[in-house]
């Protein structure tokens, strides 16, 4: 079976993983200003707060795992308040060893193992947009343990080290991804596979991509009727089924054109188009400009 969350984690191509131990004593704040790529934290021991830009702050207390996909500016802190000692993560050299907050002196009153990684993929916007801005897990045991190996290979250079990191930062974000109540997600990927319904024309549209779907036919597929399927899956997505549809091919296609040796015509038929011609005018209306260009344009990034 088709599993469109694995799909689309695979097509992100996360990679250049780097974590750090973080810790704090006595009154601190930390405010860092947007970084766009994702971040990710587990918590090792004691509590703090973290108050992410838009958003009702949350504690984060040991066993708890934070992930955000494009981490938007956010302060984090200890119970007491201080003032925030504020940080460019776009502009911090990558620090050595432990990090420390507040009271320097003494054993750590909280400490947590965060870090952060890159998307690979030309379309990562598109499918950051279907996930969660802020991901908070409790009380998943596998969550700690893989960003533990994270960290392990992050600070060794062994061989095979960015292929096992690439493989474990996927996993990670899968086991974090399906832990969360789906149900009660904000519109996206989660909130619509949470939906028996919804998830079974889902899963048909990223099992045959090239097929010609209506609208009509994934509503009998998720056994709705037309209007009612369109609204439900506008509601709990934030795209229409078509919109969804195209989003997907397109960041499909974008991959087979990153690849080399896949000709224009084979990545039309398989993303859905009877030639290379309609295919061109619609990659080109989607992503502004021309496939040919778009796969140049990769190619010469890849060597250089």
Do not use: K, T
């Given at each position: 079976m088709v599993d469109p969350l694995a799909e689309v984690i695979a097509l992100l191509r996360p990679r250049a993983v780097y974590s750090k131990v973080i810790s704090g004593a006595g009154a601190w704040a930390v405010r860092y200003s947007s970084f766009g790529q994702p971040s990710f934290c587990t918590m090792l021991e004691g509590?703090?707060?973290?108050a992410v830009d838009?958003?009702?702050?949350?504690t984060l207390a040991a066993g708890d795992f934070l992930l955000m996909p494009a981490t938007p500016g956010f302060t984090m802190s200890s119970a007491a308040p201080a003032a925030p000692v504020f940080v460019d993560p776009l502009a911090q050299p990558a620090p050595e060893g432990e990090i420390r907050h507040g009271r320097r002196d003494g054993p750590p009153e909280v400490r947590m193992l965060g870090g952060y990684f890159a998307f690979d993929s030309p379309d990562a916007a598109l499918m950051v947009s279907l996930l969660p801005s802020v991901l908070h897990v409790r009380g998943v045991e596998r969550l700690p343990l893989l960003v533990q190996l994270?960290?392990?290979?992050?600070?060794?250079?062994?061989?095979?080290?960015?292929?096992i990191l690439s493989r474990l930062v996927e996993v990670l974000l899968i086991e974090a991804l399906r832990s969360a109540p789906g149900d009660t997600?904000?519109?996206?990927?989660?909130?619509?596979?949470?939906?028996a319904r919804l998830a079974t024309a889902i899963r048909d549209m990223h099992g045959e991509p090239a097929r010609a779907w209506t609208v009509d036919e994934l509503a009998k597929r998720a056994a709705l009727s037309r209007s009612v399927f369109f609204e439900r899956f506008s509601r709990a997505?934030?795209?229409?089924?078509m919109a969804y549809l195209l989003g997907w091919r397109m960041a499909l296609a974008k991959d087979l054109l990153g690849r080399s040796g896949v000709a224009m015509a084979e990545v039309a038929e398989r993303v859905g188009y009877s030639s290379a011609s309609t295919f061109s005018t619609a990659f080109s209306r989607h992503v502004g400009q021309a496939p040919g260009r778009?796969?140049?344009l990769q190619s010469a990034a890849q060597q250089g």
């Open positions: 509590e703090c707060l973290l838009g958003q009702e702050p949350i994270v960290r392990g290979e992050s600070i060794e250079q062994r061989p095979g080290r960015e292929l997600a904000p519109p996206g990927l989660l909130r619509a596979l949470a939906d997505v934030g795209l229409s089924p778009y796969a140049r």
